[in-house]
C-alpha cells in the first residue's frame, strides 16, 4: 500500500513548540488572580493593559480621513517617506553616509524581517573564503540563531553577560571578536540588549570598533529598542552612528515595534551602508538591486499600514515631539519599576546583590535567577517568566511589584 504522504516523521519530525510563546499561553490560562506574566516583551501601562501611544492614535485618525489614501501595491522597497525618514532617525540627519548618498534602506517585516533580508544578502553575496561564521552575543534574542541558520550561515557566539557580575563581559567579549577569523560577520544590539539589558559604555564601544576593524570583520546592527531604551533618541543611537562615523561598511536591521507600539503592524527597515569611496554611490546601487530582488521572491512588497502611521509621526514636527514624549513616558515608567525593584528587595535584605537591576537598561532584566528558582517561583508563586532568569520590565506596575518582590525574596532565601 503507497504511503499516504511524502513527509512522514521521519522526514519532517514534529518541531518544539516555541518555548517563549509556549510560556505565554501558559500564563494565560492561569487562573491565580495574583499571577505575573514577565514573559513578552511588549510594553503594559501601570494598569497591566496594552498602551496605544496618543500620538499614534492622532496618526491614525489622519489616516482614516486621508481622501487620497488607498490601497494600491507599495513599491518593492517600500514607502519612500517612511524609509528615508527611517534612515535619518537611525543615522541622523547631518550622517555623511545620507549625505554622500551610500546608504540602501528598504522596508521590511518589521525587525526580524529586516534581519532575514540582511541574512540573505549577506549569505548569497558576502564573500566568506574560510565560511566565516555569524557572531552572536552569549545570550542573545533566540531568534537570531533560526533567522540566520534559516539561510545556512554557520553562527557562533562570543561570551557577553557575567553571571558573577551582572554586567557585560567585556574582556571576554573583546578577546572572542579578535579571535574569530577575519571577515567574520559580528551582529551587535545598537542598545537595550535583548535579554540582558546590558550595554557597553561609550568607550567600551570604540574598543570594540578598533577591534572588528583591526580584523575586517563586518558588523551588522539589530536595532529594536531607540528611543524605549533611554527615552532619548539620539543617545541610544550613539553606537550605530559612531560605527558609521568611523567608515565602517555595515547593515541594520530596525523595528519600530517596541517604540511606536505597532507590534502586530510589523513595521521595519533595513539599511546597507557601504564605506566611503569615489565609487560608492554606485556601489550602494548595485547592492539595492539585488536587495530588491531578494525581496520581491520572498515578500514582493510590504505592507503599507504600520509605516504610514510612523511616516506621518516621523515627517510632521509636531507628531515627532509628541512621540519624543510619548517614548519618555514608556521608558521613564520602566525605570521606576527597575528603581523599585530594587529598593524593595534591598529593603527585604534579600540575599545577594541588586544594583544589576537598575544598571541594566531597556525592556527586559536578567535578575539573576537559576532555572530551578525561575521554575519554582512559578509554581509556587504564579510568576512568569523565562528560565534563564529573564523578565520583562514592563510586566510590572505598582499594582504587582510587591507581590513580585517578596516572592523573590522568598524563592531566593529557600533555595539558597
Known sequence: MAASTSFPAATVPQAPEDPLF??????????FEKKVDLVIGAY??????PWVL???????ERLRVDPDLNHEYLPIAGLSEFTTAAQRLILGSESPAIKERRVGSFQTISGTGSLHLGALFLAKFYSRASNQPVYFSNPTWANHNQIFTNVRLPIQ????????TKGLDFDGMLSTIQGAP???VILLHACAHNPTGVDPTRDQWKQISQVIRSKRHFPFFDCAYQGFASGDLENDAWAVRYFVEQGFELCIAQSFAKNFGLYGERAGAFHFVTGPDSDAASTIMRISSQLAILQRSEISNPPAYGARIASLILNDSTLFEEWEDNLKTMSGRIIQMRKNLRAKLEEMGTPGSWNHITDQIGMFSFTGLTEHQVLKIRADSHVYMTKNGRISMAGLNTGNIDYFA?????VVRETA
Open 406 to 410: 517578596k516572592a523573590v525574596d522568598k
Open 157 to 164: 557566539t562570543y561570551p557577553y553577560f557575567s553571571a558573577k
Open 54 to 60: 496618543p500620538v499614534v492614535k492622532k496618526a491614525e
Open 182 to 184: 577575519e571577515g567574520s
Open 44 to 49: 503594559r501601562d501601570n494598569t497591566a493593559r
Open 22 to 31: 509556549g510560556l505565554m499561553m501558559a500564563c494565560r490560562k492561569d487562573s
